[in-house]
T-cell receptor, first 113, second 112 residues
């Protein structure tokens, strides 16, 4: 298994500002994933982050809005830039371990006013 | 493009009942399927992982089955308890890419 922590656990932000979310894993992993879960919805993959290369973004998500860093094999950050109320969501990071089993962090609940 | 659906969307049962949650996927070329539970405002907890070559997995009161040819998986919960109240999500990883596709979830309420 994997133990994943995220910071902050929640935040309330003003429109037009940016927030950086941190994700820390207790062991080295090749890929880390960032998801968004809008209110009442299921999870949507934002991007996949590999160490040493640029993140791969899913359709509808762009690097300028959601820049990602992956400086080593246990850590990643996701920044939500120039926020609007539509960005209010839970943001989750995840990793794969073992037989491609996915494990999730506790999530960051973001509210944009 | 893989699509995952789950029925029912919500379910309310009295404590002690056995229940079945359903997950369907459109493309049978899957690598694995995983069931999660999510408590309100929280992250996801992995419940069971079924590889494409497997038919079922069991953990305690939970049993998940997989029928790739029909594009279906079921999660069976025996002797339900109020602590089982949560949203249950299934996710499918296909053979083409690295990513999981999630279903919309089933919100379960077990009444004491």
């Amino acid at each position: 298994s994997a133990v994943i922590s995220q910071k902050p656990s929640r935040d309330i932000c003003q429109r037009g500002t940016s927030l950086t979310i941190q994700c820390q894993v207790d062991s080295q992993v090749t890929m880390m994933f960032w998801y968004r879960q809008q209110p009442g919805q299921s999870l949507t993959l934002i991007a996949t982050a590999n160490q040493g290369s640029e993140a791969t973004y899913e359709s509808g998500f762009v690097i300028d809005k959601f820049p990602i860093s992956r400086p080593n094999l246990t850590f990643s950050t996701l920044t939500v830039s120039n926020m609007s109320p539509e960005d209010s969501s839970i943001y989750l990071c995840s990793v794969e371990k073992g037989y491609n089993e996915q494990f999730f962090g506790p999530g960051t609940r973001l509210t944009v006013l | 493009k893989q699509e995952v659906t789950q029925i029912p969307a919500a379910l309310s049962v009295p404590e002690g009942e056995n229940l079945v949650l359903n997950c369907s996927f459109t493309d049978s070329a899957i690598y694995n399927l995983q069931w999660f539970r999510q408590d309100p405002g929280k992250g996801l907890t992995s419940l069971l992982l079924i590889q494409s070559s497997q038919r079922e997995q069991t953990s305690g009161r939970l049993n998940a089955s997989l029928d790739k040819s029909s594009g279906r998986s079921t999660l069976y919960i025996a002797a339900s308890q109020p602590g089982d109240s949560a949203t249950y999500l299934c996710a499918v990883k296909d053979n083409y890419g690295q990513n999981f596709v999630f279903g919309p979830g089933t919100r379960l309420s077990v009444l004491p």
